[in-house]
């Protein structure tokens, strides 16, 4: 079986016990190539190797910096059906999805950065008469990386990218349970002659591999992107070393239907807040509350077409919804499922494993689910649950709706369904979200401010914000 590597200092190496362990396709649920379980050791050669590149990497011109962004950018590009079908496989989703949505997203994400840090310029403050202050932004030095595996190489490039624009050297650590990508990604460096040392690609267990990227005193910055609870475990590791700290964490969206919306375009868009890649972005819709007048018009309306959506093999071109990612995930989605009944929840749609011919049939497929009947505040409706799973629930008034959308403890995005302007944004300032998406889902501008208030993170990415993460500010005061 194959085996991929880390790639640290330019090299392709094993991991330094020789130990590895296997990918699950989610399709099948069977092994198809085995990962490295790297650990301390591993992680220190690849620190060490982002510290010894550091100073040439930080020296360049931004041009020139630029330049091998888009170099990277474009050998993805290179490679697109390779990257594609093994985000598909990888990750279990649709292939289609990968090929629309991951993998150019990735590439846009490099060109992104690339362009962005050559017009990236600082603040100067005039004191008349006095003089003037200059700020700096100066890159970090050794930065660690950390992302999940519901948009594998899409988030990965998300955070590597400004880092390395921004002039940091990094070691990163994609998820253990989609790594390929970032394999090839590593190939594409290789190929490309990338300068040594910049980016380093270590795989593992996050409690081992990922772990020590938090511990080491040389990773000054630490940006990720996870559940709460690990971010949770990684904040308090790294805030008493002062560590600057990203944390894109969990959410349980409020999806808010006002009954003067366009029900069809708020009809289809809502199928894919809820159910795109299974239901696992972080940005999906999973608790909708429908306003009462036409909450039995759309109840029926969304029933049948989630009953309509066809579950398949990622490859099938025709599959709506594919695997999710792994068996203990299925495990956990469908465990909600149970609970949401035993907490007094009518499933109208889904609530159950999908079994398919073989050779998919020991894959990981789950119907996709919609409840109703149950209390906002019970379980089902607090949790995050990041499967094909959502909740229907009336209500009445914006006062009304407003207090079920922000009674979680999560704080991610939120999406409004409304043609009355001033309740529109009345709505978008009083409900309690980092992103905010009327009459739309999932419309992104790469300059805009992106992450959660409350346990949904700190910080933000995108944009300028991400290259105010990946640097520090030294402000100089020149006297008149
Ligand atoms: P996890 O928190 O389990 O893992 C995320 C990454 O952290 C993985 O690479 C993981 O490695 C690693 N990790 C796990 N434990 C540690 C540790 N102790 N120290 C350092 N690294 C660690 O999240 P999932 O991969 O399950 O992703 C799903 C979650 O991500 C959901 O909660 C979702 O909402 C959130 N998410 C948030 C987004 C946002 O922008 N706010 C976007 C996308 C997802 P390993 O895989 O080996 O466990």
């Avoid at 289609?96 to 060109?111: E, G, T």
Wanted: charge should be neutral; proline fraction near 5%.
């Amino acid at each position: 079986m194959e085996k991929i590597q880390n790639y640290i200092n330019g090299v392709f190496l094993a991991p330094k016990k020789n130990v590895y362990f296997d990918n699950i396709e989610p399709a099948t649920g069977k092994a198809y190539c085995q990962i490295p379980n790297s650990d301390d050791a591993d992680v220190e050669l690849a620190v060490n190797s982002a510290k010894e590149a550091f100073p040439s990497w930080s020296g360049m011109s931004n041009e020139l910096r630029s330049d091998w962004m888009m170099k990277l950018a474009e050998g993805i590009e290179a490679r697109m059906d390779e990257f594609v079908s093994a985000e598909s496989r990888d990750n279990g989703k649709p292939i289609k999805l990968a090929a629309h949505i991951d993998i150019p997203r990735a590439v846009s994400n490099f060109k992104f950065f690339a362009t962005g840090i050559v017009h990236y310029s600082s603040e100067s403050h005039l004191m008349h008469g006095v003089g003037v202050n200059y700020t700096l932004r100066k890159p970090i030095g050794v930065v660690g990386c950390i992302s999940p595996w519901n948009l594998p190489l899409y988030l990965f490039s998300w955070k590597i990218a400004p880092a390395m624009a921004a002039g940091n050297c990094v070691v990163a650590k994609p998820s253990e349970v989609t790594p390929y990508t970032a394999y090839i990604l590593c190939k594409v460096m290789e190929e490309i002659n990338f300068p040594k040392g910049v980016l380093n690609i270590v795989h593992g267990y996050g409690q081992n591999a990922g772990d020590a990227i938090v511990r080491h005193p040389l990773t000054k910055a630490i940006s990720f992107t996870g559940g709460t609870t690990t971010g949770k475990a990684i904040a308090s590791i790294a805030a008493p070393m002062f560590k600057k700290l990203s944390l894109e964490l969990g959410g349980k969206n409020p999806n808010i239907i006002f009954d003067d919306c366009d029900f069809d375009e708020m009809l289809s868009t809502t199928m894919r807040s809820s159910f795109a890649n299974q239901g696992q972005i972080c940005l999906c819709g999973s608790r909708i509350f429908v306003q009462r007048g036409i909450y039995e018009k759309f109840k029926t309306a969304f029933v049948e077409k989630v009953r309509k959506a066809n579950v398949s093999f990622p490859t099938d071109p025709e599959a709506h919804l594919g695997a999710v990612v792994s068996r203990p995930h299925m495990e956990k989605v469908l465990s909600y499922i149970e609970l949401a009944k035993e907490e007094g929840g009518i499933v109208l749609a889904g609530g159950h494993q999908v079994f398919l011919d073989a050779p998919y049939n020991n894959g990981f497929y789950i119907a996709p689910t919609v409840i109703e009947g149950l209390d906002y505040m019970c379980r089902t409706n607090q949790e995050e649950i990041f499967g094909p799973v959502v909740t229907l629930t009336p209500f009445d008034s914006e006062e009304d709706a407003l207090r079920m959308a922000n009674s979680t403890e999560y704080g991610l995005s939120a999406t409004i369904w409304t043609r009355d302007l001033q309740r529109a944004h009345r709505m978008a300032d009083q409900v309690q979200a980092g992103i905010v998406w009327l009459n739309s889902w999932l419309v992104r501008d790469l300059r805009t401010p992106f992450g959660g208030v409350k346990s949904s993170g700190v910080g933000r990415e995108g944009g300028w914000e991400a290259l105010r993460f990946f640097t520090e500010a030294k402000n100089v005061f020149v006297k008149y």
